[in-house]
């Protein structure tokens, strides 16, 4: 119980891979309800995993094999680490549902897994976005990210 007496929802676990590292990061930063981004921590009475994923398939492309934009190899996956059988149900729900809505020109390559291992980013690649905006990578590829989530998801951002 928290000091209100209502129940405290236990924080729930998102690991995504979904290309660059500083991209995702700048991105689940800015949504109410995620307190922590190496692997995304969130409050689930806040945001819930569906909206994770809605976010997480507007900022990537899921169609490319190993690669985002001109950044390739397997560490640009697209991936989705599941903890929980909730979590896998979901994530494979809403591939479905996109795939038959047919919002990409091709079929979603995006791997679904249990995880089994998490390595986190170096400290050097923490806060890039946040301290690097004026570098062409940040104003070139994760302002128009930034931008499509403030024009798309706008009611699942954090009060500034």
């Not at 819930?48 to 190899?73: K, S």
């Not at 931008?147 to 954090?158: G, V, Y």
Request: aromatic share 10%; hydrophobic share 35%; with cysteine.
């Amino acid at each position: 119980m928290n000091q209100k007496g209502a129940k405290q929802e236990e924080r729930q676990v998102a690991p995504l891979g979904g290309g660059c590292f500083w991209c995702l990061e700048a991105v689940f930063n800015a949504l109410d309800g995620v307190e922590e981004v190496e692997q995304i921590t969130y409050d689930p009475s806040i945001i819930d995993h569906r909206d994770l994923l809605e976010v997480y398939f507007t900022i990537h492309d899921p169609t490319t094999l190993n690669r985002q934009g001109a950044d390739v190899g397997t560490q640009y996956r697209s991936a989705i680490f599941y903890h929980t059988p909730e979590q896998e149900r979901v994530t494979r729900k809403i591939i479905a549902e996109l795939e038959e809505a047919e919002v990409w020109e091709d079929p979603i390559v995006t791997q679904v897994e249990p995880l089994e291992a998490f390595y986190p980013a170096e400290d050097y690649h923490r806060d890039y976005y946040e301290r690097h905006k004026g570098l062409p990578y940040c104003r070139l590829v994760i302002t128009p990210k930034m931008a499509k989530l403030r024009k798309e998801h706008l009611d699942k951002l954090r009060a500034r």
